[in-house]
């Protein structure tokens, strides 16, 4: 498959991958991770013809992790949410009011702006594009390495060598995820004997078996990133009643908490105590739906956007629709509740393991065919810009 928006200058080397996933600077290093994943997209199609490959997908889920890595404008979503959210406002409040019955001396107001100041939504903004920035570089750094060292060894045999391809497979691990590399072993080698498989139809299974083994192993290796990234709001009760009675009473806060402590120790948890447990509690929840509205998003090509809690409303291609490879049924029974349809395929939680294994291998199922998703993530002069280092101008 050849098109103006696929041909690519060389294909990227290992060396290349190496040096992109060393790089300090996530902003710069997800935005060049993003254009190595569709440089090596482009190339695979070039052998494969026009399937959708895993690097393919990669490239979109790349550039939508770049937003939240570059925390455009998710702090201040953040307190806007804070700040007008009723069941946060009144949480906020009723812990104002509780700090002035133990001796608070400022008005509700100004404890309601400590409340928001301890609370910090931008070091949660911090946390969370921290943890999908190494969840980046996590899968980049070994699939993305593979798939260069593929690329070096197989991508241009004209006949298929069993011997070479098991040479490439016993450089990876026995087992299975998160340690282990069995899915990407059998992955690759249903990559490469897609390369000499003269019918179509059996072609396309083979690759969409391959994504589906490539997508279970990323996930599975990502599941610490994503669950740190949407759990980034934690905040431990006691600490934060230290800190904001150090806030609010900045010159007696001794004298605060030794009468909470008597208080506790006469009647267990005071109102003070309460007040704040639901607020955290609240505060964690608003951050979450900010956090999880922005993950569970993703960009395709064209403007498209999808809602991961939603479902599909593409159809699966012609070639896909009746299954006959028996290692990719097996695959779809064990992964995909609904494995002949794409209803029911959002995900309420993100941070669960199947319900995104649901997403994403029907995610890979319906839009196998689509070309337009070899059109470039990023103009010609914002990859001349951040291949330098630079970053670009413009939308990223």
Partial sequence: MRTEDSVIDAIPTVAEVDRIAALGDPV??????????????AALAERTGPSANWCTFATWASKQAGQTIRKEDLARTLENALDTAPAATQAAGNVAASAQRIGAKRDAGEIQESVWDVLNPAAVIDRASDAVGRGNQKVFQEIGHEFARFFSTCLHDVAFDIGKIARFCDEL??????????????AFTRVYQSFFESDAKTRAELLLLANVEIGLHEQTRLQPEIAEALDAAFVDPKQFTRRLIKAIFPYRGWLARLRLFFMRLLGGPTPFDAAIDVLVVVARQQARLIITEHMMTIGLSRGRRLRLGDDLSAEFPASLKQLTNPDLRALLERVDPTPDSPRETGAVDWADLPERLHFIVDLFRCYHESRDLFERPFTLDQVAALKAGRLPGGRL
């Fill in 28 to 41: 710069i290093r997800n935005l060049q991770i993003t254009q190595c994943y569709h440089e090596l997209s």
């Fill in 173 to 186: 691990r026995p087992g299975d995820p998160p340690d282990g590399q069995r899915y990407l072993r059998q």
